[in-house]
Every structure is written in C-alpha cells, then in structure tokens.
C-alpha cells in the first residue's frame, strides 16, 4: 500500500509512489452538435493486430496501442491474444502473448507497468521504482488504482479490458502520460476527470494542452442495465444519461474530460463496440468468461 500523495495542489485520490520525477473505422461521433473526430488505424505485425491513432499523434513522441484479440496462443474461452492474468487463462499462455505484443508494437515487455484494477477511481504515479511492476505477474501490478501517470520515457503504462472503457491522456509539452480503466464504478466515482486533476496536480500539465484517446470498449447499444444502476446514473449525471435503461460510458468519460478541461477538438474517442466485434475483442457481455485486451501508452 502506498502512502497518500501530500502535496498540496495535487488531488487526494493521486497516489505517491516515490518523490515525483524534475482503417480503420472511424466516423464522425456527436456530442449534441458537438464533432469529435476520431481514427484508428489497423495494423497487423508478426500475426499480431492491434489499433493506434491515425495521424493523431506528433511523430516519434509517444505510442497509443489497444489490442485486439487476434494473434495470441491462448486457447477458448480466451482465444487468443489475451494478456490478462486474472481471468483463468495458464499463465504461460499469458506471458506469450505479452511477449510477443510487446515485439509486435516496439515496447519492452519487462518496463511494462499495471495496475490491480480494482473498478475504483485512483492514479497512481509511477516513478523508478515502480517501473515494470504486473509486466510478468499478477500480485507485483500497483495495488488499489485504475490509473497510471508517469513522465518517463520508455515505461509502458498498460490497463487490461473486456468492455470497459479505456482513457489515454498525452501531455506534448510536459512530456507526461496517464491511462485509466473506466467501468462503471469507475466512471461514476469520475475517474476520468481524476486522471486529468492528476496530470495538471503531479507534472502541472495544463488540461488545454492535453491529448485523449478512449478506446474501444462497450456502447449503449450492448449494455443494458437494472433500474437501480440506471437511477444511480441520472442522479450522479443530471441530464447526462437519457437512453431509457442504457448507459453509454464512453460519452460519460467523454464529458468529464472536457469538465476537466480537456479541449474538444483534442478528445478523440472510438465508436467501435467491444460486444457487437467480439470476434475482434475480448466482451465479458457478449461471452461472460473471457481474455483481456490491452490499452498501452508509453512514452518514446
């Protein structure tokens, strides 16, 4: 367990880790009348594919990757790029398929950094020490946080999916990074807006000069929920859920990204749906038991 980050200006949900460090398929997506484009590419290296930004990104300064579930070795139900250990997959499957997504996209595996993902809403900051933590098991990922911000070059910060929504944050003129995991309890406890505070409190990034990318995962179309849990969503977000008995988190992360500050034109999310392409992804809705993909960001 790590001690609460002190400092004054940063958020209390930030966890310190060390003292912080001197093709696709897209589609115009509406918020109202609000056009956020978005675009994803498809690539496909040694039988291993996997989306990035298209065209989005300032050569050479950072890497945006969420996988598919094409190319790996694990056997049904988690066929076959799954790179989750929690799930009940062997763990040498696992560490497979790690290894050979991490040649495919450039990154060293043994700097991969995770998170326990524990469908809360805290960061924490990754520093030296924590650097590789979860690349190779289970119980060494950052305990107790669903989000990563790090200032380092060459750590890979990675959060594990099969539906959830995943939030990539660049900071270009302060060299930082974050990622966060984003299910429901995530997204009502606002986890995305924490991943924002966290960037401008740790490495006082300013939220106008943010980047975001939210990933593949599941729309409204596919998830359905209970009356209760549809209730806790128009109370938390007052005219923000309209969708009579369905939730759409993506948009929900979408606009606690521009209540962080975060410039529309620079929030690029896909319109991709985890549970109508389970042939493409990992969807706990459309399978129940099944892998994980992975959303990867690191800086170059």
Known sequence: MFPPFCRKKSPRWVLRCEAPPTAGLFILSVIGSIKLPCEL???????????????????????????????????PPYESLNLAFHVGDEEANVLENRRVFCSAIGLDLGRLTTAQQVHGSKIAVVGQDLVGRGAFDEETAIPVVDGLITNLTGVPLAVFLADCVPIVLFDPLRRAIGIAHAGWKGTHSGIALNLVESLVGVFRSRPENLLAFV?????????????????????????????????????LNVRQLKRGGVFQKNIHFSRLCTACKASLFFSHRAEGQTGRQAAIVALL
């Open 41 to 75: 590419r498809l690539e496909r290296r040694e039988d291993i594919s996997f989306f990035v930004p298209s065209n989005l990104l300032p050569e050479g300064s950072v890497r945006v990757v969420f996988s598919t579930r094409k190319g790996g070795v694990s056997p």
């Open 215 to 251: 990933g593949p995962s599941i729309r409204s179309c596919c998830y359905e929920v209970d009356a209760e849990l549809f209730q806790m969503f128009k109370d938390r977000f007052r005219g923000e859920v309209s969708e009579q008995g369905r939730l759409d988190l993506v948009m």
